[in-house]
T-cell receptor, first 107, second 114 residues
Framework: GQSLEQPSEVTAVEGAIVQINCTYQ??????LSWYQQHDGGAPTFLSY????GLEETGRFSSFLSRSDSYGYLLLQELQMKDSASYFC????????FGAGTRLTVKP | DAMVIQNPRYQVTQFGKPVTLSCSQT?????MYWYQQKSSQAPKLLFH???????NEADTPDNFQSRRPNTSFCFLDIRSPGLGDAAMYLC?????????????FGPGTRLTVL
């Protein structure tokens, strides 16, 4: 079967760097995506990793190690508006979401 | 500018009273998805349409049905809502339906069952 593990909550201060980890078990793996969801809002796409390594998009980076079935989302120069839930999602036969990590950014 | 539109944003229904949620898209994407998301949980895929082909998830209750009359619109029908069906319902689209395709989500409809 499929499973995704990510921490339920993370807290950090403005300007800091935070890493949200995701480990997964699946068959037929194609890639790992990250979505951001603010309270009451829709998930929005952040990044996608199909190959091992780091993908950087502005303040956000995402990393994948296929051999370790592991990835992370790195958020730099945290801002208050980054407070949201972050979901990793595995693409295999379809797309499955993790339970989400709630990030709280404090002043 | 809105690409995936869901109406209404908030829906209240009574226990057992049928309710329909609607989704429309301006992206001309082939695939439309319906997800159920309960508080602090991951979105759970209920079913999706690839064009007119309906694909139901194995664990989606029979109480949930869907219709896609054309490319732009997709409906979620809950025939007899129970208290456990109170959730956020998210509609999403993707261009090809490939598992690697980005999914574009609507703002969701929050369903309350009284």
């Amino acid at each position: 079967g499929q499973s995704l593990e990510q921490p339920s909550e993370v807290t950090a201060v403005e300007g800091a760097i935070v890493q949200i980890n995701c480990t997964y078990q699946t068959s037929g793996f194609y890639g790992l995506s990250w979505y951001q969801q603010h309270d009451g809002g829709a998930p929005t796409f952040l990044s996608y990793n199909a190959l091992d390594g780091l993908e950087e998009t502005g303040r956000f980076s995402s990393f994948l190690s296929r051999s370790d079935s592991y990835g992370y989302l790195l958020l730099q120069e945290l801002q208050m508006k980054d407070s949201a839930s972050y979901f990793c999602a595995v693409s295999s036969n379809d797309m499955r979401f993790g339970a989400g990590t709630r990030l709280t950014v404090k002043p | 500018d809105a690409m995936v539109i869901q109406n209404p944003r908030y829906q209240v229904t009574q226990f057992g009273k049928p309710v329909t949620l609607s989704c429309s898209q301006t992206l001309n994407h082939n695939v439309m998805y319906w997800y159920q998301q309960k508080s602090s949980q991951a979105p759970k895929l209920l079913f999706h349409y690839y064009d007119k082909d309906f694909n139901n998830e194995a664990d989606t209750p029979d109480n949930f049905q869907s219709r896609r009359p054309n490319t732009s619109f997709c409906f979620l029908d809950i025939r007899s809502p129970g208290l456990g069906d109170a959730a956020m319902y998210l509609c999403a689209t993707s261009r090809t339906g490939s598992p690697t395709d980005t999914q574009y989500f609507g703002p969701g409809t929050r369903l309350t069952v009284l």
